[in-house]
């Protein structure tokens, strides 16, 4: 399972859940949590601004973000859930999670995963960015991106509900 929040909620559900694996995407500004039980190994911790253009004095996520990201969910065990976070819980998480779907549901059509992902997540507005070199990493052709550019923006909200995708 997958669990996807904002920052303000990552603790609680950690425990709740009991998730072994967290992955923290947040701003330079924002220092990082640790998170009880969740050892240093087992917490990918990325730091860029969501944004989803180069932008003087602000940091994008960057094609090495998207590799360690890969690779975290490549490594991921899989036996107990995996929590994944953001300042708000919207964007840079929901893009994050989506490239989760694609790479453990390899066969599945990825418009119908970016679906799924707003069918469970009414907010969501997935990073572009983040997506757009997840799917050059991942060999997608750009199928994730046109996927996501399909489902749109997300409702309104400042803060994004904890919600669960299934694997």
Same mark, same amino acid.
């Given at each position: 399972?997958?669990?996807?929040?904002?920052?303000?909620?990552?603790?609680? /559900?950690?425990?709740?859940?009991?998730?072994?694996?967290?992955?923290?995407?947040?701003?330079?500004?924002?220092?990082?949590?640790?998170?009880?039980?969740?050892?240093?190994?087992?917490?990918?911790?990325?730091?860029?601004?969501?944004?989803?253009?180069?932008?003087?004095?602000?940091?994008?996520?960057?094609?090495?973000?998207?590799?360690?990201?890969?690779?975290?969910?490549?490594?991921?065990?899989?036996?107990? %859930?995996?929590?994944?976070?953001?300042?708000?819980?919207?964007?840079?998480?929901?893009?994050?999670?989506?490239?989760?779907?694609?790479?453990?549901?390899?066969?599945?059509?990825?418009?119908?995963?970016?679906?799924? /992902?707003?069918?469970?997540? %009414?907010?969501?507005? %997935?990073?572009? /960015?983040?997506?757009?070199?997840?799917?050059?990493?991942?060999?997608?052709?750009?199928?994730?991106?046109?996927?996501?550019?399909?489902?749109?923006?997300?409702?309104?909200?400042?803060?994004?509900?904890?919600?669960?995708?299934?694997?």
């Amino acid at each position: 399972m997958i669990i996807v929040c904002p920052l303000n909620k990552a603790e609680a /559900l950690v425990q709740q859940h009991d998730a072994s694996h967290v992955i923290s995407l947040l701003g330079p500004d924002t220092p990082h949590r640790r998170f009880g039980g969740v050892t240093p190994d087992r917490h990918l911790r990325l730091t860029f601004h969501d944004i989803v253009q180069s932008s003087d004095g602000l940091q994008p996520a960057s094609a090495t973000d998207a590799q360690r990201l890969v690779g975290f969910i490549a490594d991921w065990p899989r036996e107990k %859930p995996l929590l994944i976070h953001c300042w708000a819980g919207i964007s840079r998480s929901t893009a994050a999670a989506y490239t989760a779907l694609c790479m453990l549901r390899p066969a599945a059509d990825e418009e119908e995963l970016a679906w799924e /992902l707003r069918e469970s997540a %009414p907010s969501a507005t %997935p990073n572009r /960015l983040i997506v757009s070199l997840a799917d050059q990493r991942l060999g997608r052709n750009g199928r994730m991106q046109r996927a996501v550019e399909q489902i749109g923006r997300g409702a309104d909200a400042f803060e994004g509900t904890p919600f669960t995708l299934k694997i």
